[in-house]
């Protein structure tokens, strides 16, 4: 994957981090006093797309909107010192950088605190936006949409975006959320969850059953006009349907401790592989290998490059 630029569009957050021990319940009220050892803050939301881009060797840039704010710079700091390409990042005078607090005692995951708005994007920032992804996408081997409904995504900037990338045979793909779920029209991989499918395309379908599975990727295909869905079923494993080929792979069993950044991985991946045109077969091999593989490890983490070689030699 060295060589490869991609372009990763979205919400961009700080994942902070209080770590620490418990050993006593507080005499105020019935919760735990945690006894604070230390304090980390990391990229996170697309930009973690973008550190587990940069863990495989990719060139990344980066276009998104932080706040004008002193955690803005701090997240700002942080993606160039990954060396990520901040040149597409839009600071914003009206909405905080958002910030997700999370409190762990001892590898417990005891509490997440959420700083943000996520109201939609206004037009000073649409304008900054559409302006740096255009230009952006001029040079690079793949188009990442990583969608937290945060309000960075709009539908002018996903139409604007994935026409000019098309035409230029660039692969489009895309993390969504529910806001616009139904906008990304066109794109080469559409990767959402199997709660984001349900409601979405408002179906049922039934992870156990390989029927329900076919028909929902080929409904939803068919409803984008996307050229693949790439559909992430948890402790079902992962299911891709591209150009007519569908396959359903199992879940590799993993000593869990932590899912958060897991969807962020796979996308990465998925999109690499589709920019040096990996098979769908191979694609998703990969991306459900990475996908598990962070998940044993705590807090929002990238795929190790060496181990997910590794691990893909000995299957």
Same mark, same amino acid.
């Given at each position: @994957?060295?060589?490869?630029?991609?372009?990763?569009?979205?919400?961009?957050?700080?994942?902070?981090? $209080?770590?620490?021990?418990?050993?006593?319940?507080?005499?105020?009220?019935? $919760?735990?006093? /945690?006894?604070?050892?230390?304090? +980390? @803050?990391?990229?996170?939301?697309?930009?973690?797309?973008?550190?587990? %881009?940069?863990?495989?060797?990719? +060139? $990344?840039?980066?276009?998104? *909107?932080?706040?004008?704010?002193?955690?803005?710079?701090?997240?700002?700091?942080?993606?160039?010192?990954?060396?990520?390409?901040?040149?597409?990042?839009?600071?914003?005078?009206?909405?905080? !950088?958002?910030?997700?607090?999370?409190?762990?005692?001892?590898?417990?995951?005891?509490?997440?605190?959420? +700083?943000?708005?996520?109201?939609?994007?206004?037009?000073?920032?649409?304008?900054? %936006?559409? !302006?740096?992804? *255009?230009?952006?996408?001029?040079?690079?081997?793949?188009?990442? #949409?990583?969608?937290?409904?945060?309000?960075?995504?709009?539908?002018?900037?996903?139409?604007?975006?994935?026409?000019?990338?098309?035409?230029?045979?660039?692969?489009? !793909?895309?993390?969504?959320?529910?806001?616009? #779920?139904?906008?990304?029209?066109?794109?080469?991989?559409?990767?959402?969850?199997?709660?984001? *499918?349900?409601?979405? %395309?408002?179906?049922?379908?039934?992870?156990?059953?390989?029927?329900?599975?076919? =028909?929902?990727?080929?409904?939803?295909?068919?409803?984008?006009?996307?050229?693949?869905?790439? /559909?992430?079923?948890?402790?079902?494993? @992962?299911?891709?349907?591209?150009?007519?080929?569908?396959?359903?792979?199992?879940?590799?069993?993993?000593?869990?401790?932590?899912?958060?950044?897991?969807?962020?991985?796979?996308?990465?991946?998925? !999109?690499?592989?589709?920019?040096? =045109?990996?098979?769908?077969?191979?694609?998703? #091999?990969?991306?459900?290998?990475?996908?598990?593989?962070?998940? +044993?490890?705590?807090?929002?983490?990238?795929?190790?490059?060496?181990?997910? /070689?590794?691990?893909?030699?000995?299957?």
């Amino acid at each position: @994957m060295i060589g490869l630029r991609v372009l990763v569009i979205g919400d961009v957050m700080a994942d902070a981090y $209080v770590m620490g021990k418990v050993d006593r319940i507080s005499p105020e009220a019935p $919760v735990p006093i /945690l006894h604070i050892r230390n304090n +980390e @803050m990391r990229p996170g939301g697309a930009a973690n797309v973008a550190l587990n %881009l940069r863990a495989m060797g990719a +060139e $990344v840039e980066m276009c998104a *909107l932080v706040g004008n704010d002193e955690k803005g710079e701090n997240l700002v700091s942080l993606l160039q010192a990954e060396g990520i390409g901040i040149s597409g990042i839009v600071r914003s005078s009206e909405r905080p !950088t958002t910030i997700k607090t999370r409190i762990i005692a001892g590898g417990q995951h005891l509490l997440r605190i959420d +700083e943000e708005d996520d109201r939609p994007t206004k037009d000073s920032e649409k304008s900054g %936006l559409l !302006t740096a992804a *255009l230009s952006l996408a001029d040079s690079v081997d793949a188009i990442i #949409f990583e969608d937290y409904d945060k309000g960075t995504i709009f539908p002018e900037l996903i139409s604007a975006v994935t026409q000019k990338a098309l035409a230029k045979g660039i692969p489009v !793909t895309v993390d969504p959320k529910k806001r616009n #779920f139904m906008d990304y029209k066109g794109v080469s991989l559409f990767k959402p969850n199997l709660k984001e *499918l349900r409601e979405g %395309l408002k179906i049922e379908a039934d992870p156990r059953k390989e029927g329900d599975i076919l =028909n929902a990727c080929r409904k939803l295909a068919e409803s984008l006009d996307a050229r693949g869905v790439l /559909l992430t079923l948890s402790e079902f494993g @992962m299911a891709i349907y591209m150009d007519g080929f569908f396959q359903h792979i199992p879940a590799v069993p993993r000593d869990i401790a932590d899912v958060s950044g897991a969807g962020d991985t796979v996308i990465s991946i998925a !999109t690499l592989c589709m920019a040096a =045109n990996c098979s769908a077969e191979t694609t998703l #091999f990969l991306a459900n290998l990475a996908g598990g593989q962070v998940c +044993e490890y705590s807090g929002v983490v990238p795929v190790r490059k060496d181990v997910l /070689l590794r691990e893909a030699l000995e299957k």
